[in-house]
């Protein structure tokens, strides 16, 4: 089992609400992120959690706010977000973070905020 | 600072052509270089890697080459088909860096 699952595949939500992204992975990967890619862009890097343990916050503002559960899963909640923070929410994985460039991905969450 | 920038944002082929996706990085301290593709609606793929001590690699129908002179990377896709089709993204990453850095990506569109 080579894949990343992530749900949901849309969200939409209003500025005021909570929600948050999953992310599974079932390679015993562990290294897990995620990235923010709006349209037309490239992925930018949000978090790395490397064995449950958050490695790399590149400046997230807190209103996204990561957790890792276990091995296999990545979370990513969301509260009182911006209309900006539209995006495809991509989340990835790697043996480990000696081996980050070897990363797959899952199909995103598209988010919308209203 | 470090970026990695693509030449052309949209390259045109006709099916069966070669197609060669260019990309340029400016940190020559980057010792490893990737190249994913990303289809409409799906996250990015893995294609193809390469190392800075290496200067050409070769997969299944697509080679990538790296000229660390004048810090530029290709990817080269022979005879190209429809579902060629998607965003290209280069993508390098640094000796004790600890994150990928991505390239602005190229689509690449493939006529029948």
């Known amino acids: 089992d080579t894949e990343v699952t992530q749900t949901p595949k849309h969200l939409v939500m209003g500025m005021t609400n909570k929600k948050s992204l999953k992310c599974e992975q079932h390679?015993?990967?562990?290294?897990m992120y995620w990235y923010k890619q709006k349209a037309k862009k490239p992925p930018e890097l949000m978090f790395v959690?490397?064995?449950?343990?958050?490695?790399i916050n590149e400046s997230v503002p807190s209103r996204f706010s990561p957790e890792c559960p276990n091995s296999s899963l990545l979370n990513l909640h969301l509260h009182a977000l911006q209309p900006e923070d539209s995006a495809l929410y991509l989340c990835?994985?790697?043996?480990?973070?000696?081996?980050?460039?070897?990363?797959?991905f899952g199909p995103g969450t598209r988010l919308t905020v209203t | 600072g470090e970026s990695v920038g693509l030449h052309l944002p949209t390259l045109s082929v006709q099916e069966g052509d070669n197609s060669i996706i260019n990309c340029a990085y400016s940190?020559?301290?980057?010792?490893?270089f990737i190249w994913y593709k990303q289809e409409s609606g799906k996250g990015p793929q893995f294609i193809i890697d390469i190392r800075s001590n290496m200067d050409k690699r070769q997969g299944q129908r697509v080679t990538v080459l790296l000229n660390k002179t004048v810090k530029h990377l290709s990817l080269q896709i022979a005879a190209t088909q429809p579902g060629d089709s998607a965003v290209y993204f280069c993508?390098?990453?640094?000796?004790?860096?600890?994150?990928?850095?991505f390239g602005t990506g190229t689509r690449l569109l493939v006529s029948p």
């Open positions: 990835a994985s790697s043996q480990d973070q000696a081996r980050r460039y070897e990363q797959y």
């Open positions: 940190n020559s301290a980057s010792d490893y």
């Open positions: 993508a390098e990453r640094g000796p004790g860096f600890q994150k990928l850095v």
């Open positions: 390679m015993g990967h562990r290294a």
């Open positions: 959690y490397s064995y449950e343990k958050l490695s």
